[in-house]
């Protein structure tokens, strides 16, 4: 019989954007989101896209510059991973979301090749 060769290489599930019912929840968690007035210095981002970046790196264990261009750049991404992950907020997004914060145990690098030492 003729059967169509299986895939070694196994798909991971498709990464999910956070959802609206997602997004107001963790919003008030969120500094950026709080009214401080008129802003000065780099230019502001949408918010939303900076935690959906981090989450897809979080979740993938890729390294930053793997992330689809849908997302934010990957330096900007990551500048907000390490001010939410220093800060706590991180975690409490990851309460918010998923009851836990074991997502945050993962190693993330900047560096594509992992070193060991």
Known sequence: MDTPPSNPVARSPAIQDLTDEQWHRIVPLLPEMKDHGPRRGRPSIDIRCAV???????????????????????QTAHRYYLRWKNSGVLANIAFALFDTDALLARPVSRRSDARTV
């Open 52 to 74: 959906n970046s981090v989450l897809w790196v979080l979740h993938t264990g890729k390294p930053w510059h793997a992330m689809p261009d849908r997302y934010a750049p990957y």
